[in-house]
């Protein structure tokens, strides 16, 4: 599964942006799809998770102002994020995780920065 994350960018504290990760296939058969974020000198973080029957799970630092959702339709997952916050500044990844066979395989998109300014 190829991975391409998009929609990062710089805005301003409270504002709003919306990432796109859009697969390589269906996402449809795809047990977990999430989005983790890495800010410098931290490690990778989970932001929010979807599974395959639609439901979420959100780090407590997220929780009110991201929203995931998937669209299978579009082999797409997005992530709206509100209320931006200076603390929310980190390279964002997009994340699937395929358990074929009792084996857990984990894929990786490259990466979109999201710089929030004070």
């Known amino acids: 599964v190829q991975l391409q994350a998009s929609g990062g960018g710089l805005v301003q504290n409270g504002g709003s942006l919306r990432l796109s990760c859009a697969a390589s296939?269906?996402?449809?058969?795809?047990?977990?799809m999430a989005w983790y974020r890495q800010a410098p000198g931290k490690q990778r973080a989970l932001v929010a998770l979807i599974t395959s029957s639609s439901n979420t799970n959100y780090a407590d630092s997220v929780k009110g102002r991201f929203t995931i959702s998937r669209d299978n339709a579009k082999n797409t997952v997005y992530l709206q994020m509100n209320s931006l916050k200076p603390e929310d500044t980190a390279v964002y990844y997009c994340?699937?995780?395929?358990?074929?066979?009792?084996?857990?395989?984990?894929?990786w998109g490259q990466g979109t920065l999201v710089t929030v300014s004070s």
């Open positions: 296939r269906s996402i449809f058969g795809i047990n977990i």
């Open positions: 994340n699937a995780h395929l358990v074929t066979d009792r084996n857990g395989y984990d894929y």
